[in-house]
C-alpha cells in the first residue's frame, strides 16, 4: 500500500478517514475557536446586555495585537524570535501619523503605503543583521528596538499627528451584519493577502524548512541567509500593520511601543506556534488574540482586579507552554 494512499479501516470511507486526519492536525486550532466561543458565551451570562457592538469594540481593540502576533509568528516559523516589533509598530504609526496630520484625505493612502514599505525595509534590516553578525535574534531585536523606538520619539516626541477619516472608519463599524466587525474583516483580508501566497510558495516553504532543520534546509539547497531576512522582512511589514491599526482605532500616533511584543509572544504560544519552529500557522495566533482579550475582559466584567488578570493570563501562558512541550516530547518518542 503506498505511503500516499494509506489504508482505511473497515467500513471507513476514504473521505471520513481524510476528515478525521484534518481534524487530528488541527485540533489545537479547532479548540481555541471552541474557546473563542465559550468565552463570548461566558461574556453574555456576565453581562446579559453584551452584544454586536462590544463584539465589535472587542475586534477593534484586538487588531493591533492580531498584527502582531502574525508578525511573530512568520519569524519564529523560520526559527527566529523578533523583539522589536512593538518598538517597529510604533514607528510606522507615527509616521503615518505625520503624514496624514491636518492633510486631505488622499495622503491617507500615501501614508499607508509608505509606512508599510518602513515596515517592510526595517524588518528587512533586522534579518540581514542576525545573518551578517550571526548573533542570536533575540540579541539583535532586542537591540533594534531601541533604534525603532528612538526613530518613533525623532518623528513624533508626543503623541499627536492625526489619521483620514476614511482610515479610521476601517476598523469602525460593521459589514453585512452587525455581527461581522470590519476589524475582524481587516484582518482576515491583509493576513491572508500576504499569508496565502507566502505559505503556497518556494519561500514559504523554505521559511518552515529552515524552522525546523536549518542544516537539512541547506543540504537541500535552501537559501538560508536570504529566506531568514525574506521572514524578517514580512515580519516587519505585518508590524507597520499594526502600527497602522493603533493610529486607526486612536486617529493619532503614539510613540511609546506598547505591550505588543510581549503580547505577541504570548499569542503565538498559546496559538500554537512552536518556539523551536518549523510548525503553526496564522489561524491559531489570530484566536490567540481574542483569547487573551476575552480573559481580561470577562475577569473586568466579574469585579476582578486587573493585576489578578494579569497573573491569571499568565498561568494560563504556562500551562500551555507546559502541554505543547509534552506533545512534542510524546511525539518524539513515538
Known amino acids: 500500500m503506498s505511503a500516499l494512499n494509506p489504508p482505511i479501516a473497515p ?4 473521505e471520513a478517514s481524510s476528515f478525521g486526519q484534518l481534524i487530528r492536525r488541527n485540533g489545537w486550532v479547532i479548540g481555541l475557536y471552541l474557546l473563542v466561543g465559550a468565552l ?6 456576565i453581562r446579559p446586555e453584551y452584544g454586536a457592538p462590544d463584539l465589535q469594540s472587542l475586534a477593534t481593540a484586538v487588531l493591533p495585537l492580531a498584527f502582531a502576533a502574525a508578525a511573530q509568528t512568520v519569524v519564529v516559523i523560520s526559527g527566529g524570535i523578533d523583539l522589536s516589533v512593538g518598538a517597529l509598530m510604533a514607528f510606522t504609526s507615527v509616521t503615518a501619523a505625520v503624514i496624514m496630520k491636518d492633510r486631505g484625505d488622499e495622503f491617507g493612502l500615501i501614508a499607508i503605503v509608505l509606512a508599510l514599505a518602513l515596515g517592510l525595509v526595517a524588518g528587512a534590516v533586522n534579518g540581514l543583521l542576525v545573518v551578517i553578525s550571526r548573533v542570536p535574534d533575540i540579541i539583535v531585536t532586542l537591540a533594534m528596538s531601541f533604534v525603532w523606538a528612538g526613530c518613533a520619539l525623532l518623528v513624533l516626541n508626543s503623541p499627536g499627528g492625526g489619521a483620514a477619516d476614511w482610515v479610521k472608519s476601517l476598523s469602525v463599524g460593521s459589514y453585512v451584519t452587525e455581527w461581522l466587525p470590519r476589524a ?15 505559505r503556497r510558495s518556494r519561500m514559504g516553504l523554505a521559511i518552515y524548512a529552515i524552522g525546523s532543520n ?5 543540504r537541500s539547497g535552501v537559501d538560508v541567509r536570504r529566506t531568514k531576512v ?8 505585518f508590524a507597520a500593520m499594526g502600527g497602522l491599526a493603533l493610529t486607526m482605532n486612536t486617529g493619532i500616533g503614539t510613540p511609546v511601543p506598547g505591550p505588543y511584543t510581549l503580547s505577541s509572544v504570548a499569542a503565538i504560544v498559546l496559538g500554537g506556534v512552536s518556539l523551536a519552529g518549523g510548525r503553526g500557522g496564522m489561524l491559531g495566533p489570530l484566536a490567540a488574540a481574542f483569547i487573551l482579550a476575552l480573559i481580561r475582559s470577562n475577569l473586568f466584567f466579574m469585579g476582578v482586579d486587573p493585576n489578578y488578570s494579569t497573573v491569571i493570563q499568565g498561568v494560563i501562558l ?17
Request: glycine residues 10%; aromatic residues 4%; positive net charge.
Open 214 to 218: 536549518q542544516v537539512a534546509a541547506l
Open 230 to 237: 525574506l521572514a524578517y522582512a514580512v515580519c516587519g511589514l
Open 184 to 198: 475582524l474583516v481587516l484582518a482576515l483580508v491583509a493576513i491572508g493577502v500576504v499569508w496565502i501566497p507566502l
Open 11 to 14: 467500513g471507513q470511507t476514504r
Open 40 to 45: 463570548l458565551i461566558t461574556a453574555r451570562l
Open 318 to 334: 504556562v500551562i500551555v507552554v507546559m502541554i505543547g512541550g509534552l506533545a512534542t516530547l510524546r511525539r518524539a518518542r513515538a
